[in-house]
């Protein structure tokens, strides 16, 4: 029998060792990653997003919500309202931001003072819990229709906000004390400042002027520079960022008046982050504004309306601003701005509002306004395009 070499055999074993040694290196370096791409990305991706994490408040905001005789006869049930049913088809998009902001067009100010609507309007004081429950808690109640029920209606409006809490309601006052007090929401760590003007109040049944000599503080007006300056800078004391609601330009007007403007410019030299425009029932331009400061303001000119019974076909487009605000370094800016198209319906006993993408087929051959129009929502696409342009990211 052959004897076994001792020296060969270790020698031959180092051999083999080092082999499996260079063979595992070459699978853990070349194979296994093929396996484990998905999953490193992912861990550089949660990295990356952890280091790059930063505080973000999301924001949404509609436009007019005008409660027309129309709008609160279907929303009476039993002798009292419900208007959910007319923002269901919208109320994901609202519920899912942190901040919500609505143009409170009419006065709550309930029963008491008759329900009408056009052209002196007073509104069912449920619609208040009703836009709370479809996720609205950014209201603005400064519009030349504040004063259709005198200060009365005023009072009533803002005693019937003030029962709900996490919201803001701003733009008309009971008191002097109350327009002093600057409305906050916090969110995220970032606190947010809303204030209200309007540039008109309607005289159908009284002279609203002459009452406002007497309440000076009920409504703010926006030819009331110095008010305006006085506010922007106690809300900067108390605030992170500023908003500020705008009911301004004219009716039915897609041109952007030089009032408009002017007044733009005021709150951009203020350093005023956000503007949200209201009144015109149709849609406007979104566009940036520099300020004095080397700051820049959003100004979205006009939302349109967001639910009426008007009967004009431009009144049935609106809009829906979305954007966020982000934190970083101590510093706040404001980025992913998009406009929603949206399409007031109201016809077959409904009134209601939908994104223009999402709106049945079925629903246009019975609109009030569009039912012989078939091409409609095409050319409504366009005319968003052609009014919002290229600068703003519109969604389909």
Not at 356 to 375: M, S
Not at 378 to 386: E, H
């Amino acid at each position: 029998m052959k004897k076994i070499n001792k020296k060969r055999v270790a020698f031959a074993s180092l051999v083999i060792i080092c082999l499996i040694i260079i063979i595992a290196l070459i699978i853990n370096l070349t194979i296994l990653p093929l396996f484990n791409n998905s999953n490193g990305i992912t861990k550089n991706k949660q990295a990356k997003a952890k280091k790059e994490s930063y505080d973000t408040v999301s924001l949404v905001a509609v436009g007019d919500n005008i409660i027309h005789e129309r709008v609160f006869q279907y929303a009476s049930t039993n002798g009292t309202y419900d208007f959910t049913p007319c923002y269901k088809h919208i109320k994901k998009y609202i519920q899912d931001a942190d901040l919500a902001f609505i143009n409170q067009e009419t006065i709550l100010g309930g029963d008491t003072l008759k329900i009408t609507g056009y052209p002196a309007f007073n509104s069912p004081s449920e619609l208040a819990k009703n836009l709370i429950d479809t996720g609205f808690n950014m209201i603005n109640g400064a519009t030349n229709h504040s004063f259709d029920r005198d200060f009365e209606g005023v009072k009533a409006a803002s005693q019937t906000w003030r029962q709900y809490q996490d919201i803001i309601y701003t733009g008309t006052y009971d008191s002097q004390s109350d327009r002093d007090t600057i409305r906050i929401i916090e969110k995220n760590g970032i606190k947010f400042a809303l204030l209200s003007y309007t540039q008109s109040l309607n005289e159908y049944n009284t002279n609203p002027y002459k009452l406002l000599k007497q309440t000076a503080y009920a409504v703010p007006l926006l030819e009331d520079t110095a008010a305006i300056k006085a506010d922007v800078q106690k809300a900067k004391e108390q605030a992170d960022v500023i908003i500020v609601s705008a009911h301004w330009g004219d009716e039915n007007e897609a041109e952007v008046t030089a009032k408009q403007q002017e007044y733009a410019q005021l709150f951009a030299d203020l350093g005023v982050d956000l503007v949200i425009g209201t009144h015109p029932h149709i849609i406007q331009p979104v566009t940036w504004v520099n300020g004095q400061s080397g700051n820049k303001t959003l100004i979205a000119y006009s939302l349109g309306n967001f639910l009426s019974t008007m009967e004009t076909q431009d009144t049935q487009l609106e809009g829906m601003l979305s954007l966020n605000f982000i934190k970083k370094d101590a510093k706040i800016f404001i980025d992913d701005i998009t406009w929603t198209p949206l399409i007031n319906h109201f016809g077959d006993n409904t009134v209601e509002v939908y994104p223009l993408a999402k709106y049945p087929d079925d629903k246009l051959a019975k609109h009030f306004v569009l039912h012989d129009k078939p091409n409609i929502i095409q050319q409504y696409k366009a005319k968003t395009r052609d009014v919002i342009g290229d600068k703003i990211t519109i969604k389909d």
